[in-house]
């Protein structure tokens, strides 16, 4: 990619990829001008050149100064001990979980990989261009619109595995957007008011437009309006409903309420009456252990009884 950059980091660079904000152009060329920047310990320089297109002065692109500090920090085993290490962390790869992963990488590079052509690559040409961060001369040389690509490997991945975990993220994005549409109706119709008014009017046979209006008892005179509830809230209805966000879906209407409430009610009942059964059976167990108790004392007592002693004593031992 840069064979320069991986020799000899201390010295300056005589290729450098450039990028003009002004005009999204990004080229590779020698820089013009070449400043010290001692606080980068990794690549002690700045690089600077005038874009091709437009004639500013552009600065080194954020990606190839990111990977400059990246191959600088890099590190890796050194001793024979420590290669073999990593070797042998490979053995047994790709797991299945693994493989489920990086056979998407075809998809990610290119490789064999099915394209969103119904989103053709389009700098500037679509209505969400203008809030990408793409770099536009990178999107015009794909054959496909990185972002929606994106969006087309998630949901293949998604589907393939039947996982739905992996479209979280942009349901939830999705979501958001929707509460988000919904509030600017409410503000739009809280603003223009629940009814629209506008005047009646009618043609005359010369083409003439004039105002339907007439003379009141006061003799004033009073325009005739056609008065109807704001446009808007028939898609705020249908947005609520198909959302799932109406008082029913929520469990918030009087009914569901009252119905919760009488649940709850049956549910303490039930353990009240547990818990009365419960005490019952202790208080029967405890009863049971001290009736056994009081027999073990009746036969104490009868052993020991000189009455009945003297009577056995007589009859032979005979109770």
């Known amino acids: 990619m840069m064979p320069s950059m991986a020799k000899d980091r201390s010295k300056p660079l005589s290729e450098i990829n450039f990028y003009c904000r002004p005009c999204f152009q990004s080229f590779r060329a020698e820089p013009g001008r070449v400043e010290d920047a001692p606080e980068a310990e990794h690549h002690p320089f700045e690089y600077f050149a005038p874009c091709p297109k437009c004639g500013a002065e552009c600065e080194q692109a954020a990606w190839e100064r990111g990977l400059l500090k990246a191959w600088a920090n890099a590190t890796g085993p050194r001793t024979e001990e ?24 075809a998809m990610k590079h290119g490789l064999s990989a099915r394209t969103a052509t119904y989103f053709p690559a389009k700098p500037d040409g679509y209505a969400f261009c203008s809030a ?12 496909a619109c990185s972002k929606k690509t994106e969006l087309f490997m998630l949901h293949h991945a ?18 958001a957007s929707l509460f988000a549409v919904l509030q600017q109706i409410l503000q739009t119709i809280i603003a223009d008011g629940v009814k629209i008014e506008a005047p009646q009017y009618y043609t005359t046979k010369d083409g003439e437009l ?37 008082l029913a879906d929520m469990g918030m209407t009087a009914k569901v309420i009252e119905a919760e409430d009488e649940e709850m009610g049956r549910l303490q009942e039930d353990q009240q009456q547990r818990g009365s059964m419960l ?22 007592n ?7 002693i003297e009577h056995q004593a007589q009859n032979g031992g005979d109770a």
């Not at 009868?302 to 009945?308: A, G, I, N, S």
Request: charged share 30%; hydrophobic share 35%; net charge neutral.
């Open 132 to 143: 990408c961060d793409v770099d536009r001369v990178w999107c015009a040389s794909q054959p």
């Open 82 to 105: 420590g290669k073999a290490a990593t070797a042998a962390n490979l053995e047994g790869h790709p797991t299945r979980e693994e493989a489920l992963r990086t056979r998407f990488n």
């Open 279 to 300: 005490e019952f059976q202790q208080r029967q167990t405890s009863a049971l252990e001290a009736l056994a108790g009081a027999i073990e004392r009746a036969k104490s």
């Open 158 to 175: 998604a589907f393939e595995q039947r996982n739905p975990k992996h479209l979280t993220g942009i349901y939830a994005d999705l979501q």
């Open 302 to 308: 009868k052993q020991r009884d000189p009455v009945l």
């Open 210 to 246: 004039l105002i339907a209006e007439y003379v009141d008892e006061s003799g004033n005179r009073r325009i005739i309006k056609d008065i109807n509830a704001h446009p808007l809230f028939k898609p705020l209805g249908e947005m609520l409903s198909r959302a799932g966000l109406s």
